[in-house]
Nanobody, 117 residues
Framework: QVQLVESGGGLVQPGGSLRLSCAASRNIFSIYTMGWYRQAPGKQRELVARITTGGSTNYADSVKGRFTISRENAKNTVYLQMNSMKPEDTAGYYC???????????WGQGTQVTVSS
């Protein structure tokens, strides 16, 4: 079993920055694509960014140029650096690990991000 624990959420003013962390219980980055999703009240959960086992990244159009996903293999941790934040970035942010070929998927418990003045 894989446990994912997010941290780093909080309240930030528009234009500010936050860095989210997702710590995995073991080394899984060679097997799982890691992603960050978000869900705002009344809306569906959406993909924000992901990084594949090979290190390729992709982003939602709404965050391109502002958010950066990265990982630190030695710490089994994935990060989401969020800059130039907007009120519409307000949501619960969830870490995801997915291995489609194995039919496996894991979610973290989520961390709340609020962008407000």
């Amino acid at each position: 079993q894989v446990q994912l624990v997010e941290s780093g959420g909080g309240l930030v003013q528009p234009g500010g920055s936050l860095r989210l962390s997702c710590a995995a219980s073991r080394n899984i980055f060679s097997i799982y694509t890691m992603g960050w999703y978000r869900q705002a009240p009344g809306k569906q959960r959406e993909l924000v960014a992901r990084i594949t086992t090979g290190g390729s990244t992709n982003y939602a159009d709404s965050v391109k140029g502002r958010f950066t996903i990265s990982r630190e293999n030695a710490k089994n941790t994935v990060y989401l650096q969020m800059n130039s934040m907007k009120p519409e970035d307000t949501a619960g942010y969830y870490c995801n690990a997915q291995a489609i070929s194995l039919g496996l998927q894991h979610w973290g418990q989520g961390t709340q991000v609020t962008v407000s003045s």
